[in-house]
């Protein structure tokens, strides 16, 4: 029967093995790991066992299974952004992990930062704009990078993001003899020819003015790129999308469908207040796709935020199971939208929609009679705001919205 013993090494050199691992170690019939982690538990390894540098997720997956004995070594934690997740979601039963001194938790130790204090944001693989999403002043950030998430490539994106005071602490070759502890302002690190260790963490204290990643929900509309003067353009505007959010209730794990994104007003916040669900925005107009996309930049929502330059409903069928839906636009095939999206929606599901018209509004109100589900919840958001009238003060309204949901039934 397989056995996969995935056996965190820690950051201490020699590693500091507990008694089930090395034993693990020396049953193994093949141990797989980088160079690195192969030599520093040769000393624990049977003569007959086969070591093997990792391969790619997918062949590695395929070559466990002519085994028995396996052990796979990982960096400190192997639950903690590391391949012990992936290894219990494809051999559930057959894993066990050894878990060491993380990386992270000797960053902490180093800059006297608790644990529990900090946000852990893993870089490593994944692109350097994600990052933004966390770039607010005052927090502490514990960042596991790759070549192309370099203090240097941090500081720039602080900098950007009016940040430029905030400390970047970097500790390289944590454990090892050579072990180094620096601290840098961003502003010091953009011009820096600095080199840095390939094995080193960064922990960012951001400070600074900030303003360009809000803090909470509600994006103000003119920090959105639009395909309009600044704040305009097809953007649902902050109040009207706070309430749309508020009705969909998105959650962990949940698949969700923007359909008619236009620039990515609701699509943006969606994924950035839900980082654990996965957003599909559809939208075909050339020009507010390119701000849909610029947006999705700006905000570090590209890990989450999925986007397609296509036309509804032809665009839905290839996209997984949605747990929520959000019409916003329709391109004049509302009715056919809105009745692929309810076939699709995941029972227990629910459907929301925007109408500006009377003729979109009736066609809502029809679709609920022909799918036989009541309305939900239906409300309209009527908005002011302040202008000038030949230098007097007034508040000028703004179309009404009008929002309509229903709840699909289990049966």
Request: aromatic share 6%; net charge neutral; with cysteine.
């Amino acid at each position: 029967m397989l056995a996969i013993n995935v056996i965190g090494l820690g950051i201490c050199q020699p590693p500091l093995l507990s008694e089930v691992a090395q034993q693990a170690l020396a049953q193994a019939q093949v141990v797989y790991g980088s160079a690195r982690q192969l030599a520093s538990v040769a000393d624990f390894l049977s003569p007959a066992s086969q070591q093997c540098e990792l391969p790619k997720l997918d062949q590695l997956k395929q070559q466990l299974q002519a085994y028995e004995q396996v052990v796979v070594l990982a960096s400190g934690d192997p639950l903690l952004f590391g391949i012990g997740k992936y290894l219990h979601q494809q051999f559930p039963q057959h894993v066990i992990c050894h878990s060491g001194i993380s990386s992270l938790q000797g960053a902490c130790q180093l800059t006297g930062l608790s644990l529990q204090d900090a946000q852990l944001v893993s870089l490593h693989g994944r692109p350097l704009n994600s990052v933004r999403r966390h770039l607010q002043p005052n927090r502490n950030l514990i960042v596991l990078t790759d070549k192309h998430s370099q203090p240097q490539h941090l500081a720039h994106t602080l900098s950007e993001l009016n940040l430029a005071d905030s400390k970047l602490h970097v500790c390289q070759r944590l454990g090892y003899d050579n072990q180094q502890y620096q601290v840098w302002t961003a502003a010091e690190l953009l011009n820096s020819s600095q080199v840095f260790d390939p094995l080193h963490v960064t922990v960012i204290e951001t400070r600074g003015g900030g303003g360009v990643i809000p803090n909470f929900p509600g994006i103000a509309d003119h920090q959105f790129i639009t395909d309009g003067d600044t704040g305009r353009g097809l953007l649902t505007k902050r109040e009207v999308r706070l309430a749309i959010l508020s009705l969909l209730q998105a959650g962990p794990n949940q698949i969700g469908w923007d359909i008619g994104a236009g620039c990515g007003g609701v699509a943006v916040e969606w994924a950035l207040w839900n980082p654990q669900g996965q957003v599909y925005a559809i939208e075909h107009h050339a020009q507010r796709f390119a701000c849909l996309q610029a947006n999705r930049n700006k905000f570090g929502v590209a890990q989450n935020l999925h986007t397609l330059q296509q036309h509804a409903p032809q665009a839905l069928a290839q996209l997984p199971v949605p747990d929520k839906v959000f019409v916003g636009g329709s391109g004049g095939c509302l009715q056919d939208i809105m009745l692929t999206a309810w076939q699709a929606l995941r029972p227990g599901g629910r459907m929301l929609a925007s109408a500006v018209t009377e003729q979109s509004k009736a066609t809502l109100l029809h679709f609920g009679d022909t799918v036989g589900t009541p309305v939900a919840e239906l409300l309209q958001v009527s908005i002011s705001r302040a202008d000038k009238l030949a230098g007097h003060d007034l508040l000028r309204p703004n179309l009404p919205i009008t929002l309509i949901c229903w709840d699909k039934p289990y049966a």
